[in-house]
Antibody, heavy 120, light 107 residues
Framework: QVQLVESGGGVAQPGGSLRLSCAASGFTFSDYAIHWVRQAPGKGLDWVAVMSYDGTVKYYTDSVKGRFTVSRDNSKNTLYLQMNSLRVEDTAVYYC??????????????WGQGALVTVS | DIQMTQSPSTLSASVGDKVTITCRASQGISSWLAWYQQKPGQAPKLLMYKASTLESGVPSRFSGSGSGTEFTLTISSLQPDDFATYYCQQYNSYSHSFGQGTKLEIK
């Protein structure tokens, strides 16, 4: 069955860095775009970034541009989110989610369980 | 960027009630709209895509409609398992923006 498992969350100081991983299984990872979506404590869903199936298309929400970098290793079935210059307002549960389409402009049919990032 | 606005923010209802949640887009998005259900401590779950297409395994009491800028999610007869928070999301553009959520509470 399709599984997405996030890891790498934890506590960082303002200005610090963390790298999240999203390990995929149960489907052909290299056929699908994957997104990062975050949810601050008690708040709604906030789209963060997307990378297309082959890594050629990347988009970010304005608030993380220049600070966050998405990448993928299709040989390892893993998507990454490098988060630099972290701010208190980046504190959230970070989910990875599979896009129904390869280029990353579809709906999200599978989600991971989330990884908590705390900036304090 | 496309802004998504849901109403109401909170909805109190009873088992068996019919409820409707509205989602409005700041510009036309054709039918590129999805609905998700989220329960506390869990990841969101896809309910509906392309505004009115039910995801496999989702009960038929859920239905969606709309196109352009105005959309609705209707639950025909609320069941205990339906009390959760619901989000709309546009996928007309790469920003994939979400509505702010509608919390469906037990009256």
């Amino acid at each position: 069955q399709v599984q997405l498992v996030e890891s790498g969350g934890g506590v960082a100081q303002p200005g610090g860095s963390l790298r999240l991983s999203c390990a995929a299984s149960g489907f052909t990872f290299s056929d699908y775009a994957i997104h990062w979506v975050r949810q601050a404590p008690g708040k709604g869903l906030d789209w963060v970034a997307v990378m297309s199936y082959d890594g050629t298309v990347k988009y970010y929400t304005d608030s993380v541009k220049g600070r966050f970098t998405v990448s993928r290793d299709n040989s390892k079935n893993t998507l990454y989110l490098q988060m630099n210059s972290l701010r208190v307002e980046d504190t959230a549960v970070y989910y990875c989610a599979r896009d129904f389409y390869g280029l990353g402009i579809g709906y999200f049919d599978y989600w991971g369980q989330g990884a908590l990032v705390t900036v304090s | 960027d496309i802004q998504m606005t849901q109403s109401p923010s909170t909805l109190s209802a009873s088992v068996g009630d019919k409820v409707t949640i509205t989602c409005r887009a700041s510009q036309g998005i054709s039918s590129w709209l999805a609905w998700y259900q989220q329960k506390p401590g869990q990841a969101p779950k896809l309910l509906m895509y392309k505004a009115s297409t039910l995801e496999s395994g989702v009960p038929s009491r859920f239905s969606g409609s709309g196109s352009g800028t105005e959309f609705t999610l209707t639950i025909s007869s609320l069941q205990p398992d339906d009390f959760a928070t619901y989000y709309c999301q546009q996928y007309n553009s790469y920003s994939h923006s979400f509505g702010q959520g509608t919390k469906l509470e037990i009256k």
